[in-house]
């Protein structure tokens, strides 16, 4: 290191005219070939396709990707959009979806991380198994609980049947009424392990001396948590909270495979439209107007993200 | 704080049976999650095992009255056209997560070096950069990567696919590693640089060792992701002989949609090799999150 800033300084004093940040950058020169390749894959997969999306939001385009014969129409895609009965019901599913999952993943996540925080025998196999479903495919997984669904053959309206409390097998995923719930317990499934991971990580920062401190001065269980634990706790809450939120924002798998959004766009949320929208409509301009929008929605979220992540650094620089 | 001290002086016996109420709370709502998570993977075994005939009987069989493997000798068959697509499928899964997963090491390594060490103008800006790449959903990519895959002739290769994943990868895998770099105290490499090491050969000799927890969980991450990703395959790739798992059962379901044991030992078969890599290689991954993400 003091080598390194040697050389620096004796730069410094070669280049007298040019500006501070560009001699810095110069100087710096060596430190960017590390970040390079991450930087051109990046530039090229997501700086490329942004601007792409926004530029096609203001074409009205043909349908093929003949994107040569595409024409400019301002803002008529995010009027269309704002004005269509489906993008309300869509939104409302996307929010219910969203807000759903997050929150119960997040609360059963967190919940089974602090019944295993205590040891006990066959902790380590019991958490392996809880990991699991977080692990397999969400394809496999959309199969595993459509059979389980299964309106004629599925074992959940067969237990039902046979405790005496329905008469047939119930429609979980063919009724508008039962369709979004029912997803949400299969996006649950798959996703309160995450939850669990992180909390289980977060628990291990917890200082023993202050729960055994709390313990001496006559507090009990639950006081111990919420007055000690949860405190500690509540930065890894809010990045556990906002990766689940983006990633349920974000899901797509298990809506398509298990019902493609129907019946009548009950199970539709933003990403399903937006892809039925592109490759199955072929409504490049709409799909990319909806892509917009959604990206400014991200945006939002992504602010709190950064600023959750960016509070946790300055909490640390100054201890 | 008054309510913590007037609770104190309680007689022994309430307080410990108040614990108790807790714990038995705790090993009640295990047992809760534990049949909430296995009884699907359970079924999903069971029906693997039967016939497509015992398989759709209202009411089900709750165990199998005469258990086959039929199923995974279908798939597992070189002989029969489903078992060649399987197996082809198999290997496709493998080959791209396999080259995205080292692809990432290599790409994530230095970059999460850099941004632990080194404090050039833009640091910050950049991290944030990777960091919010996680957040923007695959959709908004679809349709311009498409286009550009096609402009530059990677539609319908696995390469389409292993440069995309790539960069799903590499914000979580860069976030992982940073956190391990951070912890390696950089007395150790000016030791090194003071007997006359470069600053590569340090990183190379002292760091990249003492991180191959990190890297061992990026590399997890990345391969998961990759035999997992469903999206970017289903629109990039057509044709049959280049599908990867996800996709192609999905094709395989769509020609069989009532043979829900050939189904389910298919959705068995897909899962075992991340499953297996995972429990594992976990601790590495826990312990990754711990360092990475949790503590920063």
Known sequence: MTIATG???ARRELQPGSSRLLRNIWEHRADYAYVLPAIVVMLIVIAYPIYYTIELSFFNTPPGLQLRDKNFIGLDNYTAILTSEVFWKVTWNTLIWTLGSTF????LGFATALALHRDFIGRGVLRAILIIPWVISAVAASYIWKWIYHSDFGIIGAVLVELGLADRPPNFIDSVGTVLPSLIVVNIWREFPFA???MMAGLQTVPDQLLRAAKVDGANAWQRFWHVTFPHLRNVSTVTILLLAVANFNSFIIPWIMTGGGPSNASHIWITHIYELAFGRQRWGVASAYSVLLFLILMTLGYFYVRALGGNERKDGSA | MSTIAETAPRDQTSRRMRVDGWRWGGRVFLVFMLLYTALPMIWMLLTSIK?????????????????TLASYQKLLDPQNSVGQDFLRFFWNSLFVSTATTVLSVIVAVPAAYAFSRFTFPGRNFLFFAVLLRNMFPAVIFLVPLFILMRAIGLVNTHGSLVLTYLTFGLPLAIWLLKGFYDNIPI???QAARIDGATRFQAFILIVMPLSAPGIIATAIYSFIGAWNEYIYAYTF???????????????????NTTDFPGLMAASFMMSVPVVVLFLVLQRYFVRALTEGAVKH
């Open chain 1, 104 to 107: 119960i993943s997040f609360v």
């Open chain 2, 51 to 67: 016939s497509g005939f015992a398989a759709m009987q209202f009411p089900p069989q709750w165990w199998p009255d005469q258990p």
């Open chain 1, 7 to 9: 050389q620096k300084e």
């Open chain 2, 187 to 189: 007395q150790l490499e």
């Open chain 2, 237 to 255: 790739l057509s044709k049959n002989e280049q599908l990867t798992l996800p996709v192609g059962i999905q094709r395989f379901f769509s020609e």
């Open chain 1, 196 to 198: 669990m991971i992180m």
